[in-house]
């Protein structure tokens, strides 16, 4: 049965539509064209960094500027080129199936975050966003990441309580005003969290604004300890 199916739906790139081995990846061509993060990279947020990799922490200019309240943080790729235009129909295309290949991607780059009783935990989104795209795609891969790694998850830990502008267009002290005060802990965080220790999953990291907004929110509930996971991290000079 599985052989006709395969025969009748064959696996294809889940970017380009090409035929390939597994079902759920990439071909070769479109697997050059995205930027995935390797080799040395800060520890603080994921983005690669010149030089070899090494037993050392090393960060890049904005984590050594910007103090971030999180612990560790890790990307999946750049958001440049194919990385892009993956992420953009995820988030705006309704391409669910994305999620699947996305979160392995994020889980290959998460073991420097983990622990044995890690939870994950998505950044939330606005009531008034959820309304009009229908989902979170931070919840929709924290539930993916959270299968792939085995670990426990808790959705709607954090809620934004006030609804944002857009972070499009503002400068960095800007995009952090923008986020001040708007994520919290549900009521029942403390009971849920009891000083475990934190992965925040997000689509994408560009200030960090959101993402340290969240964090903070997490270290009010009790968080022992936070770390983020990103799919992509908007690099300056990517």
């Known amino acids: 049965m599985q052989s006709l199916l395969r025969l009748a739906f064959p696996p294809q790139c889940v970017s380009c539509g090409d035929l390939v081995e597994r079902d759920f990846g990439l071909c070769g061509e479109c697997w050059r064209k ?23 922490a090393e960060h890049c200019d904005d984590c050594m500027t910007i103090a971030r309240p999180w612990h560790k943080g890790r990307a999946a790729m750049l958001y440049k080129d194919n990385a892009r235009r993956l992420i953009l129909s995820l988030k705006h295309g309704d391409r669910l199936d994305l999620a699947r290949p996305a979160a392995q991607w994020m889980a290959g780059v998460s073991p420097p975050l983990l622990t044995d009783d890690s939870v994950i935990v998505p950044v939330p989104a606005h009531p008034m966003r959820l309304l009009k795209r229908r989902y979170n795609q931070a919840a929709v891969l924290g539930n993916e990441i959270a299968r792939i790694l ?53 689509d ?17 509930a009790g968080a022992r300890r936070v770390d983020v996971l990103v799919l992509a991290r908007v690099a300056k000079d990517a």
């Open 34 to 56: 995205t930027p995935f993060a390797s080799g040395l990279v800060c520890d603080g947020c994921g983005v690669p960094l010149p030089g070899q990799d090494s037993d050392h």
């Open 204 to 220: 994408v990291m560009t200030s960090g604004a959101t993402l340290a907004a969240a964090t903070e929110a997490c270290h009010a």
């Open 150 to 202: 085995d670990r426990d998850t808790i959705p709607e830990l954090l809620s934004r309580v006030r609804r944002t502008e857009s972070q499009d267009g503002k400068s960095r002290d800007q995009r952090f005003a923008n986020l001040s005060e708007a994520i919290k802990p549900a009521r029942y965080a403390a009971l849920k969290l009891a000083g475990r220790p934190v992965i925040l999953v997000d």
